[in-house]
């Protein structure tokens, strides 16, 4: 589990025909922290909650017109982040060359306190997960045992990325069928853990 905290993802199930990795994602911690603290709309490209602990504003006097256009470059981005599944804790991963030029100083101006705050992020999950590793280590292999002794068959052959970030509440969301955004607050207890993975693996299976 060490290399989780570098930024890489790690294989936390696996079955003869499936697994499932996890990545408590720097890139998107990045990103949340940074809509936070612009205060930019939590709903787009689809709702994410507020990070947890509460970021403190740093809005830009920019005006409503430019607001508008920031929140759509960085719903873009946020997007892009999603569908690139850069995990690794470097400039590089956020993709921000070719960005808006206003963008990218709204952004600039919060960078250094998301990335900090991302990287602290990763190191408290790392201990939250170690300490709590036997009481959810075996739910993933779990719920797809069960699903192939209901369907009478074997799970085919799939991978699941589960990305986790520190936001509000017990939230997962599907982003497509082989990754799913959690909350780590949803991740770190197994009963949230388990209503909410439950749905994404039966249907892989």
Not at 13 to 41: C, E, K, N
Not at 80 to 91: E, Y
Request: net charge neutral.
């Amino acid at each position: 589990m060490t290399s989780a905290v570098k930024g890489d993802a790690v294989r936390f199930a696996q079955g003869s025909s499936w697994s499932m990795t996890l990545d408590a994602s720097w890139p998107l911690t990045v990103a949340l922290h940074i809509r936070d603290a612009l205060s930019l709309p939590a709903t787009r490209p689809f709702f994410v909650p507020p990070v947890v602990p509460k970021v403190p504003e740093r809005i830009p006097v920019i005006g409503p017109t430019s607001d508008i256009a920031l929140a759509d470059e960085w719903s873009i981005w946020f997007a892009d982040l999603v569908r690139s599944r850069a995990g690794m804790q470097s400039p590089d991963e956020l993709l921000l060359e070719g960005r808006h030029p206003m963008f990218q100083e709204a952004v600039q101006g919060c960078l250094l306190a998301g990335q900090s705050a991302a990287e602290q992020f990763k190191l408290d999950f790392h201990e939250d997960f170690v300490r709590s590793m036997k009481k959810q280590a075996g739910i993933p292999a779990r719920i797809v045992r069960g699903a192939e002794k209901d369907l009478g068959r074997e799970a085919p052959p799939f991978e699941l990325v589960v990305r986790v970030v520190p936001v509000a509440g017990e939230w997962l969301y599907r982003h497509s069928p082989s990754v799913s955004l959690i909350s780590s607050a949803a991740f770190l207890n197994p009963a949230a853990q388990r209503r909410l993975l439950e749905p994404v693996l039966r249907d892989l299976v």
